[in-house]
């Protein structure tokens, strides 16, 4: 079991950047899990963006975000990032950090936090 917490969100306008974290604790070992950062806007479904595997080796992204986003991970910090750049009106979304057993399936993510609210002013 690990509890997973976003910060970084804000406001920004089009074209700008902002960096999201996630803090992770709890009994398990971040380690060994894979991370994935999806969102999800008001009455829509949610939408993997970027996922890394555990050891930070491997990487994908969904197409709407790819060259703008960029995923990382420290382990011995318990964290892991999310870079945006570029950032569109339609990037505008609550985002979330989940740790899982991998793929793009979110269905594989079963540990979220709160999330952080995005919004991206044209």
């Known amino acids: 079991q690990v509890q997973m917490e976003e910060s970084g969100g804000g406001l920004v306008q089009s074209g700008g950047s902002l960096r999201l974290s996630c803090a992770a604790s709890?009994?398990?070992?971040?380690?060994?899990?894979?991370v994935m950062w999806f969102r999800q806007e008001p009455g829509k479904e949610r939408e993997w963006v970027a996922v890394i595997n555990w050891n930070g080796r491997t990487s994908y992204y969904a197409d709407s975000v790819k060259g703008r986003f960029t995923i990382s991970r420290d382990n011995a910090k318990n964290a892991a990032y999310l870079q945006m750049n570029s950032l569109k009106p339609e990037d505008t979304a609550v985002y979330y950090c989940?740790?899982?057993?991998?793929?793009?399936?979110?269905?594989?993510?079963?540990?979220w936090g709160q999330g952080t609210l995005v919004t991206v002013t044209s």
């Open positions: 989940a740790a899982g057993t991998g793929s793009t399936n979110i269905g594989n993510y079963g540990y």
């Open positions: 709890g009994p398990s070992t971040f380690a060994t899990y894979a």
